[in-house]
């Protein structure tokens, strides 16, 4: 089509825009013999099912000059339907009254028929240029090749046909009767009347109760009139001469007699014939006319038997009249209310087109409805939902490796929607709360640059998913999503689908997995990844959170389900602390033996160094350190010397005992070379230094100041410590050999040399000074029996103990 026809199309379309949004297109083609599918079944439903079965050949151009939009929009061609229309109005009454009441048109209605004929011809023409909706991609088809074989195909042979003469062809013949049976052919006209009154319901301009009263009478003529043509067609094909055995001839109705009916007034043959036809659908006889011979009896019970039918629909019909909540008034109060709400708003064409179209395709699909089966156990329902999207959901690649139980949740709570070519399903930079996975059908994701362009990113096609990166990740959606074809999908809610994940927490680490590969992939949206790596590591610490909250508290049940559900339980919070680590500091027994016995690490380090048992032991729970030490926890304390040094300084006697019991080096120094034993005499704590002494603390280890503890213990005045020490002092001093005691037992005395230049001259002058036999294998130590090996090692005022190796 030319520009100058593009233009003048859009003009029309403008200017008839108050007159078409009361109108509903119809676009139900010819029936298909099979559906495999309910998507097929939907798209023959709405008209969509392919004519030429070669769904590539499509074209969304338009092709040559002469094309005629469909949905009416141009004046001449609406005006010329309603042309046809009439016509066919005329042929399917003129037509039984041809077969039936004449053999041969009279002269005065030769030429009308032929009129008629002509404007049919006329409109099998215009049918090869009248635009059409393609049957798989819904899209309008301008192609000139198309539209013609798409008519060939369907209605061309029976209007050809339709259109022959007949009549001519019948007085050729040599007037044989098979011949005039062809011309009931053009009965097939009366699918335009069919046509208008789908459209008339649907208009609501026009009370929907008077529509469907004309169209319930004009039923009913039609049919009656119908069968009082064939009533009379069979009485005038019996000779003249046997004229009295036919219904008509025998009739005597009071004084006046049908003897010779083909001689009586047309208008009263037919009236009579009318009124046998009528009575008998009604089955209301009175015996004045029936049935004569063979023929007659025949169609009697044929055309009763249909009247059966007839009656049952026109009955039917009047009944949901009263009742009212039919379908298509439904659907026309549902359509009124939404054009008094754009007329209100003053929406603009584009949206008004959408939402009329969206309308009818919920009107045309109606029969997928959730509704339908919402009566249903719940049960029930969930496996009718498995059956149909199960197959659909399981190969989405956003739940490639899941859990079939997830699987099954999701598919229980999607539901499915239908969306026509055109349609914007989401909007990029808007924030979602719909998660959609693609069954049938084709869509694109757009991106809208900063200049106003497009850019395709994506083609979404079946078992693909859109509205994931919004959901998951919390932010906006990075595209606009539009349908290009029509679209099956199934919408899945995002608190539904909240809640799911919050079961079957291993299945969102997969899916976040999931999301990311794929957008690693699409070198377009890479961009996004660095959002979805967030986004994974806020979920990670969330999940951390969560266990170790459930730990803390101790609920049991919620932990055990989180850890069933797959769950890590090594997962540590912000501080690096497990689930075990909480449990032991809160005293939660139950909870401690079910994460050793589902794998926890036992000897785990926080952020702040402390295990799991360190834990216990701070928080005064033994059974919890005793049932962690058995199973291979120990301490492994930072510092363990200014961490012991604190508590002895705090006087926490209960605290102190129970970490000496699990091992901890009571010998620990802090930065300034101070033990646990210093802080606790110097504090004066006896039971805290006895404990310390008991536990192997010695007090003959110097801090940075030379200061042992039993210094520290004299300085404080502490008599009872001064006392407890000097007795372990003893104990824990090197022993000579026993030449070097004296005779009342005590230790030899010490003497102060300078120190020499070698370690062999300080062991020789030592031994001559104290008249000691030196050993042949002697050493000199320290006080803390540490073995000095060279003279430098040696500080002014440090005493120094020679004695053997042995020793």
């Excluded at 309910?38 to 002469?66: C, P, Q, Y």
């Excluded at 064939?230 to 004084?255: C, K, M, Q, R, V």
């Excluded at 990029?428 to 991106?447: P, W």
Aim: proline share 2%.
């Amino acid at each position: 089509m030319s520009e100058i026809a593009r233009k003048s199309f859009r003009a029309e379309q403008e200017n008839d825009d108050e007159v078409e949004k009361y109108e509903v297109e119809d676009v139900r083609e010819e029936s298909v013999k099979r559906h495999r599918s309910m998507f097929a079944l939907l798209t023959w439903d709405l008209g969509l099912e392919s004519s030429h079965g070669n769904r590539d050949k499509v074209m969304d151009g338009i092709k040559g000059f002469f094309i005629i939009p469909t949905n009416s929009s141009q004046r001449w061609y609406r005006a010329w339907e309603k042309f046809i229309l009439l016509w066919a109005v005329y042929s399917s009454f003129f037509t039984p009254m041809e077969f039936g009441f004449f053999r041969g048109l009279p002269d005065n209605l030769y030429l009308l028929d032929i009129f008629g004929q002509v404007a049919f011809f006329i409109d099998i023409f215009l049918q090869f240029f009248v635009a059409f909706r393609d049957s798989q991609t819904y899209k309008m088809v301008f192609s000139r090749e198309l539209i013609a074989i798409r008519y060939l195909k369907s209605h061309f042979i029976f209007d050809f046909l339709a259109c022959m003469p007949w009549d001519n062809i019948y007085r050729a013949s040599g007037r044989k009767e098979e011949v005039r049976y062809l011309l009931l052919i053009r009965l097939v006209r009366a699918r335009k009347i069919l046509d208008f009154f789908s459209r008339l319901e649907k208009d609501i301009r026009v009370k929907y109760l008077f529509s469907r009263i004309i169209k319930l009478i004009a039923v009913e003529l039609y049919c009656t009139h119908t069968a009082a043509c064939i009533f009379y067609y069979l009485a005038t094909t019996i000779p003249a001469s046997n004229e009295e055995h036919t219904w008509i001839g025998s009739l005597t109705l009071g004084d006046y007699s049908y003897s010779n009916f083909r001689d009586i007034d047309l208008w009263n043959r037919y009236i009579t014939s009318l009124y046998f036809a009528i009575v008998t659908m009604a089955t209301v006889g009175y015996g004045d006319i029936h049935a004569v011979n063979l023929r007659e009896m025949i169609f009697v019970m044929v055309y009763v038997s249909f009247d059966m039918i007839l009656g049952a629909y026109l009955i039917g019909n009047m009944t949901a009249l009263i009742v009212k909540g039919s379908k298509t008034e439904r659907y026309r109060d549902r359509m009124t209310d939404l054009l008094k709400y754009m007329d209100r708003n003053r929406l603009g064409r584009d949206i008004r087109n959408q939402i009329k179209d969206h309308l009818r395709l919920e009107y045309d699909s109606s029969y997928t409805d959730s509704a339908v089966i919402q009566g249903l156990p719940s049960s029930i329902r969930s496996k009718i939902s498995e059956t149909l999207y199960k197959e659909y959901i399981e190969k989405v690649s956003l739940f490639k490796d899941c859990s079939l139980e997830f699987i099954n949740h999701v598919v229980t709570r999607a539901h499915e929607e239908f969306f026509l070519p055109g349609e914007v399903i989401m909007e990029q930079g808007v924030l979602v709360d719909q998660l959609y996975f693609v069954c049938h059908g084709t869509l694109e994701a757009v991106v809208i640059c900063e200049d106003g362009s497009e850019e395709i990113v994506a083609i979404l096609k079946t078992h693909d998913s859109f509205g994931d990166i919004s959901i998951l990740c919390n932010i906006s959606q990075p595209y606009t999503v539009r349908v290009r074809d029509l679209c099956r999908l199934l919408r899945l809610d995002k608190q539904a689908f909240t809640n799911i994940l919050e079961i079957y927490f291993h299945d969102g680490r997969k899916i976040l997995n999931n999301l990311l590969e794929r957008n690693e992939s699409d070198a377009r949206l890479k961009h996004m990844v660095t959002d979805i790596s967030v986004h994974i590591g806020m979920q990670e610490a969330e999940l951390a959170l969560r266990v170790n909250s459930s730990a803390y508290n101790g609920d049991f049940s919620k932990l055990k389900s989180l850890i069933r559900s797959g769950v890590d339980p090594n997962k540590r919070d912000y501080d690096g602390r497990s689930p075990l680590h909480l449990a032991a500091s809160k005293g939660h027994e139950d909870i401690t033996r079910f994460l050793i016995q589902n794998g926890a690490e036992i000897n785990n380090l926080d952020n702040f160094g402390n295990t799991p048992l360190l834990e216990a032991i701070k928080n005064g729970h033994d059974n919890i350190a005793s049932l962690l030490a058995k199973d291979g926890g120990v301490l492994e304390i930072k510092d363990a010397g200014s961490f012991l040094c604190s508590y002895v300084a705090r006087g926490d006697n209960d605290f102190v005992r129970r970490i000496l019991a699990y091992g901890i080096d009571p010998n620990s120094k802090d930065y300034d070379f101070r033990t646990p034993l210093h802080i606790a005499t110097s504090q004066g704590f006896y039971v805290i230094a006895k404990l310390l002494v008991e536990a192997g603390a010695s007090v003959l280890l110097k801090d940075r100041w030379g200061n042992t503890p039993l210094d520290e213990a004299r300085l404080s005045g502490n008599t009872i410590l001064i006392k407890l020490l000097e007795e372990v002092k003893y104990l824990q001093l090197p022993e000579f050999p026993s030449s070097s005691q004296e005779p009342s037992g005590q230790p030899s005395l010490g003497i102060v040399l300078w120190v020499p230049d070698t370690i062999d001259e300080l062991m020789k002058t030592t031994s001559d000074h104290l008249k000691l036999e030196l050993p042949h294998a002697s050493c000199i130590i320290t006080e803390d029996v540490g073995r000095i090996l060279d003279v430098d090692m040696i500080t002014d005022g440090q005493k120094l103990y020679l004695t053997s190796n042995q020793e």
